[in-house]
């Protein structure tokens, strides 16, 4: 191990040192200038050929066309939602060069469309659930929690009224007599919504539901604005395994900029009014992980982050096909934060995006699980609350071999791959004053976002399909043995190459917490690692990048 990370840093500095550095990859500093500069909406997007926007996700469709053969659910204009990628991207099976010529596909992608245009309603601002990483054929997704009645009712009439009254989020609704409308209406309406999620998530052959809440439901002045499979009053989910596991929101990574971006020994305050959402896990889930659950609440935001990584990569490293959904509120801060740890750890053992160089898996990242994905990165700047930047900070926690999902280590030594990419092409973010009126964490907004037109543009016949699940793992058992993920499987890996060298990670860290140690024409130690002019850039991302446990060349 150290041997490894000596090369790993002789390889940095010899890289920084170097009169020849190696070229910027292109595009990544355009990603971080325009994530810094607004919050991604697709309908402001539309239509804006050649575009920062379009350019970046042209860019993520090609990084993930070199790994796999894929389906785009279109979301133009943001009709399903406004804060999804244009090109949702549904990842089907693993696939070398030579079989991307002979693609065929396992689902069957307009009734997959209608499906998830009528399980929209299901969920907080419309974010349904959605497929983001493929592994070993089980679909790992993301989304918000389920809506409450106040938007769910709003969002419904608003599409009503904008549709010229037909939308389909009443139709299909049985006939319910007077008596019964004033105590039934309600159920019936929550019946067929989350009716459509379940279907949704049966056909993503998701079993596992993580729920990151630290609240059953989100109470915003004396009103329930989001609900929560754990608490459906119904027992729709009762037949998923529903796993309570809760996170602190965005609002507290303030206290970890606050403590000069010292994660160890911040403990999140349990004790406060509105946590009510207890830990909760199946036993048959935690006794192989050594854990001592019942501590959660004397956990720091290390520990916590990693025993609920490990939780989630055994969950998708398990025997059975099932997949596994991860949510939060609105799905866009603690939601894309593990799901980028995952992509990230993953990748780092050569299970995913086994081609992407380490550039290009940064990339990937942050141009779609971040930015694509609606993450309020200039709103949570101008508050302090910089999850965004403990992602990557926080990688330096999770170099040992127990986070990693290969389940046999043998491999002895093998080239780090790309190990000299600097990110003098990371250009580091400035502030903006800029508030936001859409985060519940915030002000309180329902109906704004969502996009007329959008539920009635389909036909609503009934919608019965087979699950992805199945077809994915059928076609990834099938072309498994030529994937390029094969040949890593079949290595021997010891834990020297699970290594991140995170020394660039370390001196980006602040030494001073003080807000008055920067300005807007140079860079400080003691302002943000994320504060900093445009034209003056620094390597934290570089050595997340570099660092990441390397896969085999």
Known sequence: MAGARAAAAASAGSSASSGNPQPQEPGLGELLEEFSRTQYRAKDFSGTGGSKVERIEKRCLELFGRDYCYSVIQNVNGDICGHYPQHIVFLEYESSEKEKDTFQSTVQVSKLQDLVNRSKTARCRGRFVCPVILFKGK??????????????????????????????????????????????????????????????????????ICD????????????????????????????????????PGC????????????????????????????????????CSLNIDWSQYQSW?????????????????NSDDDSGLLVHCISGWDR???????????LW????????LKPAEILYLTVAYDWFLFGHMLVDRLSKGEEIFFFCFNFLKHI???????????????????????????????????????????????LV????????????????????????????????????????????????????????????????????????????????????VPKPSCVGWASSVCMGIRLPAS
Request: net charge negative; charged share 25%; with cysteine.
């Open 139 to 208: 679909h790992i997704c993301r989304s918000a929690t389920l809506a409450g009645w106040g938007e769910l009712y709003g969002r419904t009439g608003y599409n009503y009224i904008f549709s010229g009254g037909a939308d389909d989020a009443w139709a299909d609704v049985e006939d319910v007599t007077e008596e019964d409308g004033a105590l039934s209406s309600d159920t019936h309406l929550f019946d067929k919504v989350r009716g459509y999620d379940i279907k949704l998530l049966r056909y993503l052959s998701v079993k596992y």
């Open 212 to 247: 990151l809440m630290v609240e059953n439901k989100k109470v915003k002045f004396g009103m329930n604005v989001t609900s929560s499979e754990k608490v459906d009053k119904a027992q729709r989910y009762a037949d998923f395994t529903l796993l309570s596991i809760p996170y």
């Open 251 to 286: 609002e507290f990574f303030k206290e970890y900029k606050d403590r000069d971006y010292m994660a160890e020994g911040l403990i999140f305050n349990w004790k406060q009014d509105y946590v009510d959402a207890p830990l909760s896990i199946p036993d048959f889930l935690t």
């Open 300 to 316: 720091d935001l290390v520990q916590q982050t990693q025993n609920y990584l490990k939780l989630l990569l055994s969950i998708i």
């Open 335 to 345: 939601t894309p934060l593990f799901i980028s740890l995952l992509r990230l750890s």
């Open 348 to 355: 780092a053992d050569g299970l995913i995006h086994a081609s």
């Open 399 to 445: 170099i040992s071999e127990e986070f990693s999902a290969l389940k046999t280590q043998r491999r002895k030594s093998l080239p780090a791959r790309d190990a000299g990419f600097t990110v003098e092409d990371i250009c580091m973010l400035r502030r903006k004053d800029r508030g936001s009126t859409t985060s519940l964490g915030s002000d309180f907004s």
């Open 448 to 531: 704004m976002e969502s996009s007329p037109g959008a539920a009635g543009s389909f036909t609503y016949e009934t919608v019965e399909l087979v699950p992805a699940g199945a077809q994915t793992q059928a076609a990834w058992r099938k072309s498994h043995s030529s994937s390029p993920q094969s040949v890593l499987w079949n290595r021997p890996q010891s834990s020297e190459d699970r290594l991140f060298s995170h020394q660039g990670l370390v001196e980006a860290k602040s030494s001073s917490s003080s807000s008055s140690n920067h300005s807007d024409n140079f860079f400080r130690m003691g302002s943000s690692p994320l504060e």
